[in-house]
């Protein structure tokens, strides 16, 4: 079953996301992100509770090019900027992966974001086997708030859930997000 994330998950959430992620430290911006109303945040369910995760940050894109900027952080409810949704992280418990729960939940979440009336466009920074699956492709036009690593522009991708092109510009997100380390290691 999929379903909004409550607050009685927080804790089973954060123990799947280090054993999904055991290389990488994102609990503290799970936490901050859990704490954040605004996301779209949501689980998946068994008879044993919640197995997987995913969270769709909004965001905006700026037409003004971020070349040599410091990015600057979203505010609350700001309107600035064509919308736009992050997704991620993404987790599934490790003795649920490869079963089919995450691309379920990635498909549940990205309908709920194609019945709003903007249908903004969603944006990944991740794996384009996986997420080439769902029509992610190369995002070379929207720029994300800090330079990636050589290599991987590939991993850079967006998906357009109207019939509009993904807007031109830098991705502003909220300061949850604003941390180097998140986008190049």
């Not at 999904?20 to 994102?26: G, I, V």
């Not at 992050?86 to 990205?110: C, F, M, N, T």
């Amino acid at each position: 079953m999929i379903r909004a994330t409550r607050k009685g998950d927080h804790a089973r959430l954060i123990e799947i996301c280090r054993a999904a992620f055991p290389e990488e430290d994102l609990v503290p911006l799970l936490r901050d992100l859990l704490a954040d109303d605004t996301i779209l945040s949501l689980t998946t369910e068994t008879r044993d509770g919640p197995v997987a995760h995913v969270i769709l940050t909004p965001c905006a894109i700026d037409p003004a090019p971020r070349e040599g900027q410091t990015p600057e952080a979203l505010a609350p409810g700001e309107k600035r900027g064509a919308p736009a949704m992050l997704l991620g992280p993404v987790a599934v418990a490790p003795d649920h992966q490869g079963r089919g729960v995450g691309s379920k939940l990635i498909a549940d979440a990205l309908g709920r974001v194609a019945t709003r009336p903007a249908k903004p466009p969603v944006l990944v920074l991740g794996d384009p086997n996986y997420y080439g699956r769902f029509g992610f492709t190369a995002e070379p036009n929207v720029a994300p708030p800090y330079a990636l690593p050589e290599g991987w522009e590939p991993a850079w991708q967006s998906l357009s859930l109207s019939r509009q092109a993904v807007p031109k510009g830098t991705l502003r997100v909220p300061a949850i997000w604003l941390h180097e380390a998140l986008w190049t290691e």
